[in-house]
C-alpha cells in the first residue's frame, strides 16, 4: 500500500532541537542548593539537541547521567505502536499524512531525523530493546489519546509489555492525558507506576477523574503546577511535571520538592543540579 501522504516544497517549521538557546545556560547563581533534586526525565530524548522520538535522540539521552527518558506512542493503521508525538507526519517528517492512515511498512520509508543524519519512525519494540542497554534508566511511555482506535492503543502497549516481560519492571512508568487509558494501565498492570497528566488550559483540577483513575502520580504542566502548588504531593501521589526548559522552572522543581522532571534540555539540567543529579537517578 502506498504512503498516504502529500509532499511539501518549502516548510516553516523549526524543530526543537534547532531552536537557539541563548540565555538558557546555566551560571553558578543557578547551583541548587535544596536537598530534593527531581530526577530527570529527557521530554522525547534529548530534543533539545537531536530531533525527538529518535534513536539518536534516546542514545545521546540514556548516555547522560539523568534518570530515564519519555516518548509518546500512537498506532499505525496495521495497528503497530510506533513512538511518535503528533497525529499528523507534518512537523517531524515534512510531509502531509497521518499515523492512523498509513502502515508502518510505508511510515519507516520517511525521514524524521536530518539530511546529514536520517532517522527513522521508531516502534515501541525497538526502544524497549535499546532499553536493555541501559538497565538501571527509566522510560516513560504516554499512550496518545484521543485517537480513532480507542483504548486499543493501550490495549496494544500493555500486550507489548507483558510479551517482553515488562509488565511489572520499576523501570516502566505509562502516562495519559486520559483517564480511562491511566485506569486501564492500573487494573492490568498494578506493579507499575502510572501518571494522569492535564494541561495548563485543564484549569479546573478534575478530582473525579482522578479518583476514578486511580494513579500513582499526577502529571500537571509545570505552568499548571505553578498556579496550583494544591497539586504538589497531592494525597500522597508523586509529581511529575513537564516540560521544564529553563533555569528558573528547573530551580523552582527543587524547590518544591517535585518528584520528577521532563526536560528537552537534560545538559542542562545537569547543570543546573550539578553533583546532586546523582541521587535522583534511581
Known sequence: MALR???ISTLAIVPNFLHSRAGTR????????????????????????YPELTQRAFEKALELPIHGIECDVR???????VVFHDPTLIRTAGVRGRIDFNDYNDLRELNVGTKEDPQRIMLLEELLELMQDYPDKH???????????GPEVDEQTFRMLRYARLDDSPNIHLASFSHRAVRYFTDMAPELETFYLFRVREMRWNKKNRMFSRPYGVGPALQHLQLHTELLGYRGLKTYTWTVNTPRGMQWCADKGVDVMATDLPDLALEIFGNHTAVATD
Open 75 to 81: 498506532l499505525t493503521r496495521d495497528g503497530r505502536v
Open 26 to 49: 546555566a551560571s553558578s547563581l543557578w547551583a541548587v542548593s535544596h536537598n530534593t533534586t527531581p530526577k530527570i526525565v529527557a521530554h522525547r530524548g534529548f530534543s533539545g539537541s
Open 139 to 149: 522510560i516513560y511511555i504516554e499512550t496518545k489519546h484521543p485517537t480513532p482506535h
Open 5 to 7: 501522504v502529500s509532499s
